[in-house]
Nanobody, 119 residues
């Protein structure tokens, strides 16, 4: 069993920055595709960014140029640097760890951390 614990959320004004962190409790971290998702009130959970075991990052178009995902396999951590935050970024942000093959799947979620962007 893997536990993911997020931290770094908070309330900020538009244009400010936050850095989210997620620590992975499992013994093997480097095999997982790590991702950040978010869910705004009344909305479905959506992918924000993910990063492959080899460190290849992807961010969705709505945050491209503002958000950066990174990972530290030695520390079993994944980060989401969020710059130039906008009110529409307000959501609960969730860390995800995924590893799967043809016949198996491991899919873990953190408890979420609230990000509120408001003037």
């Amino acid at each position: 069993q893997v536990t993911l614990i997020e931290s770094g959320g908070g309330s900020v004004q538009p244009g400010e920055s936050l850095r989210l962190s997620c620590v992975h409790s499992g013994s093997v971290f480097s095999i997982y595709l790590m991702g950040w998702y978010r869910q705004a009130p009344g909305e479905q959970r959506e992918l924000v960014a993910n990063i492959t075991p080899d460190g290849d990052p992807k961010v969705v178009d709505s945050v491209k140029g503002r958000f950066t995902i990174s990972r530290d396999n030695a520390k079993k951590m994944v980060y989401l640097q969020m710059n130039d935050l906008k009110p529409e970024d307000t959501a609960v942000y969730y860390c995800n760890a995924f590893h799967g093959g043809d016949t198996y799947k491991y899919d873990y979620w953190g408890q979420g951390t609230q990000v509120t962007v408001s003037s």
